[in-house]
């Protein structure tokens, strides 16, 4: 099943704008989003919320979409 973009602006209480914005940074790649991506947006916001800078955000996101975040 896929969620639009505001079904996961909604889900995870934040902004369309912000979910768009990380997508021009290149943390997400999707336009419908999948369980998955909506798993992955989550530890991005709150990792946001503890100070993480944007570049690292951008690095552990592709660490963790490799399958490397030592989950």
Known sequence: ?????????NKLNVTIHTIRYYEKLGLLHVRYFTEQEVQL???????KELGFSLQQLKLIAKLEKNGLGGK
Not at 1 to 6: A, N, P, Q
Not at 41 to 47: C, H, N, Y
């Open 1 to 9: 099943m896929y969620l639009k973009i505001s079904d996961v602006a």
């Open 41 to 47: 947006l989550q530890p991005i916001l709150e990792w």
